[in-house]
């Protein structure tokens, strides 16, 4: 495995209340919604999404597309969406090359009443995220967690899973594998 830096991105349309990630072997950037652009995205291994953006965000977007509804990403579930499928079109092998997940301290409107204790990695599971982060524990705590993933993330990039699968996943050979 490589030993480059983990790089993550936090979308966020109050980037502010980010100044307490932790500082280390991982690189935080964090940008307001409006300001990603596709070289935002250039080595990123995680990006991270703020789910419920803010009324200013949804009347800028209206005011931008107000005519083209399939446009309209007025939340984190179609930002991280429309990110996921951008990447997967500037990379013709299908990857997106990122993780993605997503973080709100409302967890339960988006979870459907799934049990507390389950509901981060089976709501991920229903959007197409890799994980949604419970936001309420505050940004230090939540900065640690992005960071877990974030090297997870770099360490399954660092590895060309096509070639290599079998032996990261630590499958041995088998008739059946």
């Known amino acids: 495995m490589g030993c480059t830096e983990a790089r993550v991105l936090i979308i966020d349309d109050t980037p502010e209340r980010h100044t307490l990630l932790p500082e280390g072997v991982v690189s935080f950037r964090v940008l307001h919604p409006l300001e990603v652009d596709d070289s935002s995205l250039d080595g990123i291994d995680l990006i991270c999404v703020d789910e419920y953006l803010g009324d200013e ?5 209206q005011r931008r597309v107000s005519d083209l509804p399939a446009l309209h990403n007025s939340d ?9 499928s951008r990447a997967r079109l500037a990379d013709r092998s299908g990857a997106p090359g990122f993780a993605v997940a997503l973080f709100t301290a409302e967890l339960g409107k988006l979870s459907e009443d799934l049990p507390e204790a389950r509901q981060e990695p089976l709501t991920a599971s229903m959007h197409d995220l890799e994980w949604v ?9 939540f900065g640690e967690r992005v960071e877990e ?8 990039t660092d590895v060309d899973v096509a070639a290599n699968g079998d032996s990261w996943l630590g499958i041995g050979t088998y008739a059946w594998a």
């Open 57 to 61: 965000w949804a009347a800028e977007i």
């Open 76 to 84: 984190g579930l179609a930002v991280a969406a429309s990110l996921r």
């Open 133 to 141: 982060f419970r936001f309420e524990s505050g940004p230090a705590s």
């Open 149 to 156: 993933l974030a090297h997870a993330s770099r360490s399954i």
